[in-house]
């Protein structure tokens, strides 16, 4: 069963770019037919799907944070990344990675990214 | 873009009882919906795809139904363990996802 970790900064100041990592086990990111995507949950909130990348490097964003958003691979780590720019307060949450095929069958454990000065 | 609304937001059953959470897409999504359950604390866990197939490993409790703009997840007879939040997401031609706003399933 493959698994994913999310790792990066818990804390970040308000206006500075929130960056997460996502690392894959037990699948590789070029094998294709998968989606890796982000979603958080603001706390005491619903899911909020953030994006998603193919192998390809085909991105989709949601419409809501497409300014500031961007999700990239890194083939030979078997990684692939999140950095939201220019956040606020509303970006704390807890950020979860998951694999994809239209629907999300493998999450990581998530990781709080708290935005404070 | 397309909704996905939920009803009720929160629903109190109690063990043994069977249960129904519905969820409303603005626009027709054929059968691309997806359940999940999240319990607090931890991630979601996939239950049903494509609107009625079973993920592997879920219990046979768990049926999703439904197709266009209506979906239904019934749990037959409730186990003390499936007291947790649910979401439905859909995944549509633009290639775009919306999760439901959750319902909060609790002891009565």
């Known amino acids: 069963q493959p698994q994913l970790q999310e790792s990066g900064s818990g804390l970040v100041r308000p206006s500075q770019t929130l960056s997460l990592t996502c690392a894959v086990s037990g699948d590789s990111l070029s094998s294709g037919g998968y989606s890796w995507t982000w979603i958080r949950q603001a706390p005491g909130k619903g899911l909020e799907w953030i994006g998603y990348?193919?192998?390809?490097?085909?991105?989709y964003y949601n419409k809501s944070l497409k300014s500031r958003v961007s999700i990239s691979l890194d083939m030979s780590k078997n990684q692939f990344s999140l950095n939201l720019r220019s956040v606020t307060a509303a970006d704390t949450a807890v950020y979860y990675c998951a694999r994809g095929k239209f629907y999300m069958d493998v999450w990581g454990k998530g990781t709080t990214v708290t935005v404070s000065s | 873009d397309i909704q996905m609304t939920q009803s009720p937001s929160t629903l109190s059953a109690s063990v043994g009882d069977r249960v129904t959470i519905t969820c409303r897409a603005s626009q027709s999504i054929s059968t691309w919906l997806a359940w999940y359950q999240q319990k607090p604390g931890k991630a979601p866990k996939l239950l049903i795809y494509?609107?009625?197939s079973l993920e592997s490993g879920v219990p046979s409790r768990f049926r999703g139904s439904g197709s266009g703009t209506d979906f239904t997840l019934t749990i037959s007879s409730l186990q003390p363990g499936d007291f947790a939040t649910y979401y439905c997401?859909?995944?549509?031609?633009?290639?775009?996802?919306?999760f439901g706003q959750g319902t909060k399933l609790e002891i009565k």
């Open positions: 997401q859909q995944y549509d031609s633009s290639s775009t996802y919306t």
């Open positions: 990348i193919y192998h390809a490097g085909s991105t």
């Open positions: 494509d609107a009625s």
